[in-house]
């Protein structure tokens, strides 16, 4: 009888657990196509609004006369240009602050008196106003490139030595201790236990700090006296009162700034595969 039983329930389960699954992937293909719509739908409105004069066109330009205007930079070459510059920038600033960001990040988890004699620092720094501190920069490396290569990496590097030293330590106690007792030596520890367990922080920090690190960029740039980049060409998009093309280049940096996300993202799945994402 309890087979029987179990025979007649396990088919209606079997069906249930099916069913949820069905609406668990609708709902996901809905949110999915609700990301896609929404930016369109805000675009669409602000083009009516911007055309119909509700919203001052000498301010909000129409989303169509924006895209026109970076088509124009575009062909113009004007914007591979520019993009040669601000990515040289952002991804040599990126690597001087998250690699440095990681390896400190792991060593304040694993090591009591490092953690101790380097967080209180960070922990200082860290509010201090970004922005504000360009001046310093200027002053102490002046006008140059390696000068906007470091004030990006200051950007990277507390989201990312943060969420690293977080991850550390949020690794049970167990782990460690099983190492140990299995004569793990400090790297293969690093390896095989910190460093893994740590990951999706890890990776959590390298978005936060790649978003930072274009923020910072735009500053530098507007601020610099570089005279290209990014940056640069909103700042003289906006003294020359050419709003379409300032914002082109806001454009640039969203757009740039997605990429950044699903680059980091992706990466983090593969890296990271027993997360369970939704």
Do not use: C
Request: cysteine-free.
């Amino acid at each position: 009888m309890t087979n029987v039983a179990e025979a007649a329930v396990t088919p209606k389960a079997a069906v249930a657990a099916r069913q949820v699954k069905q609406r668990r992937t609708l709902s996901k293909g809905a949110l999915r196509a609700i990301s896609i719509l929404s930016p369109i739908v805000v675009l669409v409105a602000w083009d009516a609004l911007s055309r119909s004069g509700v919203l001052d066109d000498r301010f909000f330009p129409a989303p169509t006369l924006i895209f026109q205007a970076l088509w124009t930079e575009a062909a113009s070459g004007e914007l591979w240009t520019q993009s040669q510059h601000s990515l040289t920038r952002l991804i040599l600033g990126f690597l001087v602050g998250a690699i440095p960001a990681v390896i400190i990040g792991v060593a304040m988890g694993l090591n009591k008196v490092v953690n101790a004699a380097v967080r209180p620092i960070i922990s200082a720094l860290y509010p201090v106003p970004k922005s504000a501190v360009l001046p310093l920069f200027l002053l102490f490396f002046g006008l140059g490139e390696d000068t906007i290569w470091y004030f990006v990496a200051m950007g990277v590097f507390f989201p990312v030595v943060i969420n690293t030293y977080t991850g550390v330590s949020n690794v049970s106690a167990i782990f460690y201790d099983v190492a140990e007792n299995f004569g793990a030596k400090r790297f293969t520890v690093f390896r095989t236990v910190a460093l893994p367990g740590a990951m999706p922080n890890v990776i959590t920090g390298l978005e936060l700090g790649a978003g930072m690190g274009l923020i910072m960029l735009a500053i530098a740039e507007m601020m610099g006296g570089q005279g290209n980049g990014w940056g640069f060409m909103v700042w003289n998009s906006f003294q020359l009162f050419t709003i379409e093309s300032m914002y082109a280049y806001l454009l640039v940096f969203a757009l740039v700034g997605l990429l950044l996300a699903l680059i980091v993202g992706f990466v983090g799945q593969k890296l990271t595969p027993w997360i369970t994402r939704h």
